[in-house]
């Protein structure tokens, strides 16, 4: 008995001890570089603001962020990273809402609810509807139109296969009836040069076709957002068009699963700040990029809701 009493006492104390590195190592946090994962290649949208986010999160915790472009595999790199990583804070990725729809659609090694820690969200992209400036088509309603009289003939360009841009098309065909003719690629400038090229006949984009509209190669028919951001004041939602569907793509910052609350809250802290930089702001007033912040707890809340959502999305429309 006294020889029990006595093991069960050195597990008490190695377990106080483990407690006590964790309490003081997030206590010091951070005391080292962190590393945010973003999970496309460099120079797109969401690597530059993804730069100037951490660029203002570094200077709000003293340490400097580094971001790691992981390309692949629709965006869940960095989901797929934080499997292995340690829960201490100092390696993070952006978490984009299609790692809710992969695993109804593929066999992923992650579940996005259980594996992750979601600390903030910071954006939310917007998508648009878009066709080159000497297109006969005016309007959303010319394009359903058009699609409807030419069943197949009508090609739209995405950055990928599965994305929340082939989403939203796909719930305008479930909506309307119309059978278009999609064509995935590795990225928005891709498809940016086929649209440009005459390659495809439509294209749907996130924020970086702005300069494109702005410079007027490009028509702006309908955004998938669910009020019109305002670097797209004068382009219809889907909505107001008369097609009830849109699609909301937040875009936040999660770690492994299992991260200290205290350091979770440091780095909510930190983004929050983050986003009030000048140099941040000037980057979403670049790209006309909405900022939509969610704090740990909130996002937390979203992820649940997301992941049970994305399942009916994608049986509805078929992409299964």
Known sequence: MQRRAWMWGVVAMAASLAAGAVHAQSETFPN???????????????????RALGLG?????????????????????GVV????????GYRLTLAPVGIFRQPYIQ??????????????????YDFILTVP?????????????????NPGQMSYGTPGKFTANHVAMALLEKKTGITL??????????????????????????????PQVQAGKVRALATAADRRPEAFANVPTFREAGYEFDVPSPLGIAGPKG?????????????????????????????????????????AAFAKQAFAQEKDIVQGIGLE
């Open 81 to 88: 990273d934080m499997l292995t990583a340690k829960p201490d």
């Open 181 to 210: 003719n999609h064509a995935p690629f590795k990225g928005d400038a891709e498809a940016i040069n086929a649209l440009s090229g005459g390659h495809i006949t439509s294209a749907i984009f996130a924020n970086s076709i702005l």
């Open 107 to 124: 066999k992923v090694a992650y579940d996005p609810v259980r594996d992750l820690t979601y600390i903030a969200t910071f954006m939310t």
């Open 259 to 299: 991260m200290p609350l205290d350091v979770v809250k440091k780095l909510d802290q930190a983004i929050k700040t983050a986003m009030q930089d000048p140099a941040f702001q000037q980057v979403v007033r670049n790209y006309g990029i909405r900022t939509d912040y969610r704090d740990h707890q909130a996002y």
């Open 57 to 77: 999160m570094g200077k709000a915790l003293g340490q400097n962020v580094v971001v790691e472009n992981k390309a692949g595999a629709a965006g869940a790199m």
């Open 133 to 149: 400036s000497d297109s006969p088509i005016q309007t959303v309603q010319d394009y359903v139109a058009w699609a409807k009289k």
């Open 32 to 50: 080292k570089p962190i590393t945010l994962i973003v999970p496309y290649g460099p120079g797109g949208v969401t690597d530059v603001i993804a």
